[in-house]
C-alpha cells in the first residue's frame, strides 16, 4: 500500500525547533492539498496545519505563529517547521494527503513520526 515518508522527529527541549517532513515517493499524482496532523497519548488525532486545495494555508490555534507548513521544491513534498516547541507539542506527528477532493481523489497518509519535547 502506497503510503507518505515522515521524517524529523525527535527528541527537543522546550524552546527547542525540530522540521519535519514529508514525501510521497511512490505517488505518481500531484498532492494538491497536504496537511500535518498529531496523536498525543490518550487523545484524539488533530489537525495542526494544512494547506488546501486552493492553496490555503491554516493552523491550529495552538500552534500558531509557532510552526509554518510549506510545500518542497521536489513533486509531493513539504515540511512543518516547527519553533518554540512545548511539552504538549508531544506528539505522534502524521503528514497526510490528497490528490483531489473526496470522494474523487485518494486520501494518503505516512506511518508517523514521534515528537517528544522535554520541559
Known amino acids: 500500500q502506497v503510503q507518505l515518508e515522515e521524517s524529523g522527529g525527535g527528541l527537543v527541549q522546550a524552546g527547542g525547533s525540530l522540521r519535519l517532513s514529508c514525501a510521497a515517493p511512490?505517488?505518481?499524482?500531484?498532492?494538491?492539498?497536504m496537511s500535518w496532523h498529531r496523536q498525543a497519548p490518550g487523545k484524539q488525532r488533530e489537525l495542526v496545519a494544512a494547506?488546501?486545495?486552493?492553496?490555503?494555508?491554516n493552523y491550529a490555534d495552538s500552534v500558531k505563529g509557532r510552526f509554518t507548513i510549506s510545500r518542497g521544491d521536489a513533486k509531493n513534498t513539504n515540511y512543518l517547521q516547527m519553533n518554540s516547541l512545548k511539552p504538549e507539542d508531544t506528539a505522534v506527528y502524521y503528514c497526510?494527503?490528497?490528490?483531489?477532493?473526496?470522494?474523487?481523489?485518494?486520501?494518503?497518509w505516512g506511518k508517523g513520526t514521534q515528537v517528544t519535547v522535554s520541559s
Open positions: 497526510n494527503a490528497q490528490n483531489e477532493p473526496a470522494p474523487f481523489g485518494m486520501n494518503y
Open positions: 511512490g505517488i505518481i499524482f500531484s498532492l494538491k492539498a
Open positions: 494547506i488546501t486545495f486552493g492553496g490555503d494555508i
